[in-house]
């Protein structure tokens, strides 16, 4: 199996509360990512190199990232802010090239039909606050299925140029794409259950 | 008092905070968190809580004293003060919280206003409760001992 190699994976953690940012951020960071907070949508959507209108022709290949030299493996932001709520955000970005970004939402309140709506929109995953390490452990294999992703692509991006002779030897080392559950993941420190 | 004193007093202190409700298992899992890379973690979180607070009780004050209440502007406050004390784990002032939102759908401004008072009472409780879980933390370190989970 391909590992996505010893690179980091670099979180994106969107929330209006100073503190939610604190703790997030350290959570994060106990789990060996490398995270960038910011404190609203329209921050975000900077970050990312997208702009509020980008929404591309969803038939377009998509590139892995298309904005500055940072590379983001996954947003994760709360549902309710001011301005663009999470749910805006995740829209924008499933518009957006970036389509293939996993995104999860946070939010302290247990509405059923607000979860349905996230995760129908394309959300991976729906967090309750407090969020716990617990929760975020799932998040390594969304990224990882990600990056393979993106590898495969560029693997095949790069064989269409090539000769009919490579195309064969390259396609009998390609990774397979149905890793999921092997995705190692590393031992996380250990909570104490109550 | 000796350090062994200290360390006892420390751990009778935090736990009749958890048992008379002024934290929960949240507040537990934020000391989780703290470590040699992260030493003051704890207290930071806290410190940006009690600014935080601060700032929206002044608000949420403000708010209430107008001629004509906008209800959704005060509930907007008491959410994230909730959310805020949840994400500590001040159990109290998040319970309060609850209450008041109530208040604010149905428009109750006596409610509203008695929950203010609440939340102002509760939040000054756990202020100097946790001041003073810290000060004892800081002598115990002062004394040359660690802190006892």
Do not use: W
Request: glycine share 4%; with cysteine.
């Amino acid at each position: 199996m391909v590992m996505a190699g010893e690179s980091q994976f670099h979180v994106l953690a969107v929330d209006d509360s100073i503190i939610d940012r604190k703790i997030i951020q350290t959570l994060l960071k106990t789990l060996s990512y490398q995270v960038t907070t910011v404190d609203s949508g329209a921050k975000a959507l900077e970050f990312l190199g997208l702009h509020q209108d980008d929404t591309t022709n969803p038939n377009t290949p998509s590139p892995p990232n298309n904005h500055q030299e940072v590379e983001v493996n996954l947003v994760i932001t709360d549902y309710c802010m001011p301005g663009m709520t999470g749910y805006d955000l995740l829209k924008k970005i499933k518009e957006s090239s970036l389509r293939n970004m996993p995104v999860v939402i946070m939010s302290s309140e247990n509405v059923p039909s607000r979860i349905t709506r996230c995760l129908e929109e394309g959300a991976e995953e729906f967090f309750l606050k407090p969020v716990r390490l617990s929760d975020l452990s799932k998040l390594r294999p969304l990224m990882l299925k990600t990056k393979l992703k993106d590898q495969n692509q560029k693997q095949e991006e790069k064989a269409a140029f090539q000769s009919p002779k490579l195309q064969q030897v390259e396609q009998k080392q390609q990774p397979s794409n149905d890793d999921k559950g092997k995705a190692i993941d590393e031992g996380l420190s250990p909570e104490k259950k109550n | 008092m000796d350090l062994v004193q200290l360390q006892r007093q420390l751990v009778e202190y935090r736990t009749s905070l958890y048992h008379e409700g002024f934290l929960d298992e949240q507040f537990t899992q934020l000391q989780e968190l703290q470590d040699e890379n992260n030493p003051d973690f704890v207290v930071e979180v806290v410190s940006l809580f009690f600014e935080d607070s601060e700032r929206l009780l002044n608000e949420l004050t403000k708010a209430l004293e107008q001629q004509s209440i906008d209800f959704k502007r005060v509930d907007a406050h008491v959410h994230q003060l909730k959310g805020s004390s949840s994400s500590i784990g001040a159990q109290r002032v998040q319970k309060v919280c609850i209450a008041f939102r109530n208040y604010c759908e149905e428009q109750n401004v006596e409610g509203c206003l008695k929950c203010l008072q609440q939340v102002r009472h509760e939040y000054s409780l756990v202020k100097t409760k946790l001041e003073s879980m810290f000060q004892l933390e800081q002598q115990i370190l002062s004394a040359g001992g660690s802190i006892p989970m």
